[in-house]
Structures are given as C-alpha cells and as structure tokens.
C-alpha cells in the first residue's frame, strides 16, 4: 500500500521569503501522480502543483515549483515570495497511474506573517 | 464552468439515523471520489467510482458506508444508523480521466449528536 509522509506538522514564514514543505511517500508502482494541494480556512482544497513521474523536469506554477526525486522518493513543495494569502494547510497526494491508491498526507499548516 | 457541487453544506443528525450526501461532478468527468475529514485531520479515502468500472470501495470504513453512482454522474454517499465518530467534512472530487487532477466540492459537514 502506498503512504505518503509530511514531516513538518506546522510550519511559518515571513511574507515575501520562500518557504519549503517535505513530502516523502512509499510506493511500489514505477507510473504514477504526485500532488501539492491547498486548503485555506474557507475549507475548499485546490490543487496547486501537480508532477508526472515518468517526467524528469521538476513541475512550476508561478510561485511553486518541487523538488522531485524519484529515486529517494521525495516531493518538496518551494514557495517563493511568500504571500499571506498562502496560509492554508497544504496536503502532498500520491495517485496511481490508473487513478486508483489515491492517498493523502496528513497536511502542513502554514502560516505566513506579516 | 460550475464546479463540484454538494449537497448539503451542514448536517446535523441524530445517532442511529442515516443520512444521505449529494455530489455533482464537473460535467464530463468520469471519476469520482469521496473523501472524509476529521478535524484537523488529513484526508480519508472512501470510494472511486471509474466510468462504468466496479467502484473501489476499499476505503469505506464499515458496512454502514454505502455510495453509488447514477448515469455515470452524481453520487450519493449513505451513512446508515450514524455514530458519533462519522462526524467529520465529507468531500467529493471529480477528475476528468484517471490521475488527472481532482478538482473538490465545498465538502458536507456532518455533526452527528
């Protein structure tokens, strides 16, 4: 079964700093999707990056980019120029490459500061 | 274009009754997930639904959990003679095709007292 470890329960930063969030996961499975999503206090999870496996190049979006690394099984998610509206509970996700053993980490709540 | 809807934001039911939650897909998208949410908690897998695939159902936590698919489109998840501790947000995701990205509805709070 696959399983998907977020180490850092909480973490802070000072807006406009960068800021990583480890991600680490457990799979058998050579094809598959890795995930960052977001959840803001509102509550509506949004998807924020997302990395095929069969892709070498690390996925960006903006102000998010990761840091994948097959072979050690790690996804780290790097925000830059921190922004408040970037305080959510931020949840790494592992998907099957048939859409199937989609897991979730257990979150890192994030708080940006002024 | 609309997104994933659900239906109803907030629930409050007693023990031992059952209650339903709606979901309704992006239209087109063939899967389907549900998902439960304890406070402050990660994410839960309850059940996929693929096309007119047999759904995964590996993530339902008993026999009370039940969810079906209708035309390949909305989903209704059943909780039969609720117990406090199925209190929880109770998320639906729809996704275009298998691993794409799940796109979530606003979720169904459930209080159960």
């Known amino acids: 079964a696959q399983t998907v470890t977020q180490s850092q329960p909480e973490m802070s930063v000072q807006e406009a700093e960068t800021v990583t969030l480890s991600c680490t996961y457990d799979?058998?499975?050579?094809?598959?999707?890795l995930f960052w999503y977001k959840q803001p206090p509102s509550r509506q999870m949004i998807l924020v990056i997302r990395?095929?496996?069969?892709?070498?190049q690390n996925a960006t979006e903006n102000r998010f980019s990761v840091n994948f690394q097959k072979a050690a099984k790690s996804f780290s998610l790097k925000i830059s120029d921190s922004q408040l509206g970037d305080t959510a509970m931020y949840f790494c996700?592992?998907?099957?490459?048939?859409?199937?053993?989609?897991?979730f980490g257990p979150g890192t709540r994030l708080s940006v500061l002024p | 274009g609309a997104g994933v809807s659900q239906s109803p934001s907030n629930k409050v039911t007693e023990k031992g009754k059952d209650v339903e939650l709606r979901c309704d897909p992006i239209?087109?998208?063939?899967?389907l997930y549900w998902y439960r949410q304890s406070l402050g908690q990660g994410l839960e897998f309850l059940i996929y639904?693929?096309?007119?695939?047999?759904?995964?159902k590996s993530g339902l936590p008993s026999d009370r959990f039940s969810a079906e698919r209708t035309g390949g489109s909305v989903s209704t998840l059943t909780i039969q003679r609720t117990q406090q501790e199925d209190s929880a947000v109770y998320l639906c995701?729809?996704?275009?095709?298998?691993?794409?990205?799940?796109?979530f509805g606003p979720g169904t709070r459930l209080l159960v007292l």
């Open positions: 995701a729809s996704s275009p095709s298998t691993g794409e990205t799940q796109y």
């Open positions: 799979t058998s499975e050579n094809n598959y999707y």
């Open positions: 990395q095929e496996a069969y892709k070498q």
């Open positions: 996700a592992f998907g099957g490459f048939f859409g199937q053993n989609f897991v």
């Open positions: 239209s087109g998208h063939t899967a």
């Open positions: 639904f693929q096309g007119n695939s047999a759904p995964d």
